[in-house]
């Protein structure tokens, strides 16, 4: 008897509809959504259709064509004579973009991590100078290289104070030395506060019990730093550095805005985007920046796997 | 449940919006004319009346938009029109018409302008027709302005001090000398009147609008025609690189740049302090406080010297005619943007087409080139104005100069049709690379880099190593 109420009672029980979609992932997909189309139409659509554009020949009423047989390679072949034939414009191109790895690498990256621990240890008015790192970081590049030219020109504060010295600031970005240096420091002050950020982000998850540790056995702030900091915060100092590797290709707009008189000083991408600029044969420049990308990729992942040797993999 | 409810409302309604704001297109009706306009140095007062005076005669709307970033958006623009017209400098309308995005204005070119007893061809100023047209043999544009470029002068400062305006280039720098020589003092102590006020920092090219004309002093019209050509001594595309050889065809060229060295780097104390550094609008403040003399302009310098710098002149301005070098072949005016254009998509409904060619075919009109003169201040649109009374408006100093300079001398350009130039229009040109030297050898005198040999020899190299990627970018073979 008591069977059959069971019995009864379960088929009078409503069945639940099964949910195809339940409702949090519903949200996941609408919050993710535009990400992910912003991800595969600019990034993967656009590398896509580069590398398809470096295998095309461009036909004057705006159309590509493919490239077939004996000239498949037509564009590669044609960097290779363009590189035979200027020589010195293709070194002091390959000279200034990687000058940009020198300056991000082993200039900005050093500052910033030292920077990064005063912060850290928080001296007088860290907070502040946070700010004041990270505020280059979000004006826009325009803005940024013309408030610094104005202030180095010759009627700004520091080009009267370079005058003063006997510099002639109002020639400071008229030849190739004196514009490169100008452009490498103004990298590196616009670069610095970035790479704080992550630094003291980095910083400030390690356990407070070692550097306590560390004070009771009476390490030395710099040993301390060398040697604690450094290793537990070096998969961001890792990731950093590959960012300043990348540099190399991807600063670009730096020196057109500061020394656009000095094409010596343009990089790989200043030169693609001047190739891409203006017209409409767009399958030069994109199979220039595929050969660099040839190049440059292994170089970057090889890197990267040896720098995530130097220290063991740390979790806290 | 709830969030159901919540949610699926709200996609739907992101989805809408997205979906909407896609549409930019304006709902165009049979009465409306839209047009979007480059905006520069020729103000926006002269589209505003001539939008009026036209919507006046014809009933029809006329919305238009100024805008300084079109350029960007050229290429998205054609594929999607939002309007019906575009004015503009450096408009790739040789690109688009190849591909099919501009409208033939055969038809337009072929009707009669209202008022003049001519067709809308006839009524083209010298040279227009010619860079209007494909090889195809259509018209897909009509040039925009007509310019005039050259040294412009504070003319009452002339007079007060009786300097006549110099016919020659000796004469040139004499009065360069005079004029610091009469050490006229300004309201900062121990700082007087310089001849001449230029900006290295931002507008250096200003120079080009007088080495020009006494490259066209030099060689005649024809060395400028055969520079444009872009054609070797076998009039081959593959052997265009020629043009630049500085011993023969662009000997000339390099002739008025070292007549340009004589005069600039040679004489440091004729230009403002550190020309090298000066941004445009330091220098037209310059200017229109009566701190130098002479400026290199073109035809858009009453409007925007006054505009940039916030200065209203108190004095009268004029554009001279380029002083004359030794063994000159007559006077030139170098036609300052005569590559600007006004063009109509394809991508619109016909009855918009219509409206837009009538909207043209109304500026070629007496009433409405008279006007954009007055209102964009000594700018003259490109269409012949031997017809056109211009009345008191020739009571200004400025007009009445530029007016003279585009009637009285020849006028040369440096627009080319050849597919190879305007294809690779941001490497080909007459500094080759967009590379001036003008600011630079300023800074560095004795710098050798910078000297007229070099310069030259620069350039034909440069041209000779990268012709072929530039024939091929252009759909051309090593041969052709």
Known sequence: MTRIVEQSNTTRRPRRKRR??????????????????????????????????????????GTYSWLTGARFFENFELIFTNIGKNVDNYQSMLFSSLAFFVVSCFVTLPISLFFSYFIFKKILASGFFKVIFFLPSIIPLIILTTIYSITVGSNGPVGQLLNAMGIESANLFLTHTSSSWMIWIFCVWAGIGYDVILLTAGMSRIPRDILESCKMDGVPSFWEFIRIVIPLTWSTVTTLFIFGMMSVFTVFLQPWYLAPKVNTTWTIGTNIYFASKGGRALNAPAALGLFYSIIGAPIIVGTRALLNKFFGEVSY | MNKKIFILPLVATSLFLSLTACDRTPKRGENELYITVYDGGYGTDWIDQVSKDYEAKTGVKVVWTADQSILDRMDSELENPESDIYMS?????????????????????????????????????????????????????????????????????????????????????????????????????????????????????????????????????????????????????????????????????????????????????????????????????????????????????????????????????????????????????YNVGFGDSMVIPSNIPDSSKENAKDFLRYLAGKEACKTFVDKARGAFLAFDYSIVDLGDLLNDTYIASVYSKLTTCTNVNVCSMNPVAYINSASIMPWIGNTYYYSKAFAAPTNDAYSATTVGNNIYTTAQNGWASWVRLAGFGPND
């Open chain 1, 20 to 61: 195809f979609l339940k409702a949090s992932t519903i949200f996941v997909i609408v919050m993710l959504a535009y990400s992910v189309l912003h991800f595969l139409l600019m990034w993967v659509g656009v590398n896509f259709n580069s590398i398809l554009l470096s295998f095309k020949s461009y036909n004057r009423n």
């Open chain 2, 89 to 333: 400098h450096d408009i790739r309308w040789q690109e688009y018409a190849e591909a099919g995005q501009l409208e033939v204005l055969d038809d337009l070119y072929e009707s009669e302008v209202e008022g003049t007893g001519k067709t809308f061809k006839q009524r083209l100023c010298q040279g227009a027709e010619e860079v209007s047209k494909l090889e195809d043999g259509h018209y897909y544009k009509v040039c925009y302005t007509q310019g005039a470029g050259g040294l412009v002068y504070n003319k009452t400062m002339f007079d007060q001090n009786n300097w006549s305006v110099p016919q020659t280039y000796d004469q040139l720098v004499a009065l360069c000398e005079t004029i610091n020589n009469a050490h006229i003092p300004l309201d900062d102590p121990g700082q007087y009147v310089k001849p001449i006020g230029w900006s290295g920092a931002d507008r250096e090219y200003y120079w080009d609008y007088i080495l020009f004309e006494w490259w066209a002093q030099l060689g005649g019209a024809e060395a400028i025609n055969q520079y444009k050509a872009y054609l070797g001594d076998d009039g081959k595309y593959s052997t265009g690189y020629q043009v630049y050889n500085p011993s023969t065809n662009h000997e000339e060229f390099i002739q008025a740049y070292q007549y340009w060295r004589d005069l600039i780097v040679a004489n440091p104390t004729f230009s403002n302090t550190k020309p090298q550094d000066a941004k445009l609008f330091n220098v037209n403040s310059m200017f229109a406080s009566g701190q130098v003399a002479m400026i290199p302009y073109a035809q858009w310098a009453k409007y925007e010297i006054q505009q940039n710098s916030g200065i209203q002149f108190n004095f009268d301005i004029a554009m001279m005619k380029t002083p004359k070098v030794t063994g000159a072949k007559g006077d030139f005016n």
